[in-house]
């Protein structure tokens, strides 16, 4: 079960404000650089599961030192490294004994250079989300790894998925039905290549440049590789937005869409679209059972929900991607 950090006084006694925290980064950042800090401070916005600061070196690189009540596992990282390059930080794990004994874990990672989708995108325009879509899903594209889908299906999202269809939940009672004809489908899947899929791919954690080009994608913990398609289920709220917690398509919102799709499917390896355009039901189907297994997570055990996804589900639900609908709209309801 994930640790939060609401505030500070969450943090040990060590760590406990952000000078403290300042102070102690600069300290760790000079000893895994070898260069003298010039500076610490936080990000605009800290994460729930941790304290962040960014340091400044004397050679005016900048560094990331992270805090964390709990220990990181890096695979997800490494991974996504591996396939889509240098927009995902690199990361280490930094030994402290005075941190450990406080149970803080610490993490150096790369600064990459760019705004919270959020801040960049103000001021740009229709075009500009249309713009950030397109080069995101270019890089998404990369994300093909090895290895089959198989052993996915069966050991994860089956199980997820039976669990789903086990609980009283009176907000999962509605998506029963959805939920027995994806298990009846399931198969399909194991079809798919695998991808690696970040588990929150949103504004926050996705950085553009000011041309509107995206150039980081971070925080890839509890990241996973899924079948194609399971990862993509966030096309909804990346080409859409929440406004008062109900669902609003833009009028750049199926240029947006479409775009992403295309960029994602023109950059494959051949071998992978042959596959992919062979099996366009199966991505379909993934791409749906990613938003309904998004929408209840698991959590040690339980399932946790958002109320204002579970009520904009049934418009999800009936989402087509633009190669099996053509020119009808995105969605039926």
């Known amino acids: 079960m994930l640790i939060f950090v609401n505030t500070n006084a969450d943090m040990p006694a060590c760590l406990n404000t952000e000078q403290k925290q300042a102070k102690k980064a600069m300290q760790l950042a000079e000893l895994h650089s070898g260069i003298p800090a010039k500076r610490a401070q936080g990000p605009r916005t800290q994460g729930f599961f941790s304290r962040t600061m960014l ?12 805090f964390r009540p709990e220990p990181l596992d890096v695979g997800p990282f490494k991974i996504a490294r591996q396939a889509l390059g240098q927009v995902v930080p690199d ?3 930094l030994n402290d004994e005075e941190l450990e ?3 803080i874990w ?8 760019g705004k919270t989708w959020s801040d960049g995108r103000r001021g740009g325009g229709s075009k500009a989300l249309v713009t950030i879509n397109k080069s995101l899903g270019r890089i998404l594209s990369r994300g093909y790894v090895e290895g089959n889908s198989a052993n996915v ?7 997820h998925l039976e669990m789903l269809l086990s609980t009283q939940k009176s ?6 039905e959805v939920a027995q004809e994806f298990l009846g489908k399931l198969d399909q899947l194991k079809r798919l290549p695998l991808f690696i899929s970040h588990f929150d791919l949103n504004q926050v954690n996705i950085l553009i440049d000011e041309s509107y080009q995206v150039s980081g994608i971070v925080d890839w913990e509890l990241s996973s590789l899924l079948p194609f398609g399971m990862g993509l ?6 080409a859409g937005e929440f406004l008062e917690r109900k669902f609003h398509m833009p009028g750049e919102f199926e240029e947006s869409e479409r775009g992403f799709w295309e960029e994602i499917f023109n950059g494959v390896p051949v071998d992978v679209r042959r596959v992919l355009d062979a099996n ?7 791409v749906l059972l990613g938003t309904l297994l998004g929408a209840f997570e698991l959590d040690d055990g339980k399932f946790l929900c958002n109320p204002v996804m579970v009520s904009a589900l049934p418009k999800f639900l009936s989402y087509r991607i633009p190669f099996l609908r053509g020119s009808d709209p995105p969605y039926a309801r």
């Open 91 to 93: 990361i280490e794990l």
């Open 101 to 103: 004994r406080e149970h």
């Open 280 to 286: 366009l039901e199966a991505v379909q189907t993934s």
């Open 171 to 176: 907000e999962v009672q509605p998506f029963r």
């Open 233 to 238: 289920r966030r096309i909804h709220t990346l």
């Open 153 to 159: 299906v069966d050991s994860i999202l089956r199980p």
């Open 55 to 66: 340091v400044t070196l004397q050679d005016s690189k900048e560094e990331v030192i992270q």
């Open 106 to 113: 610490t993490y150096w990672m790369n600064r990459i250079p």
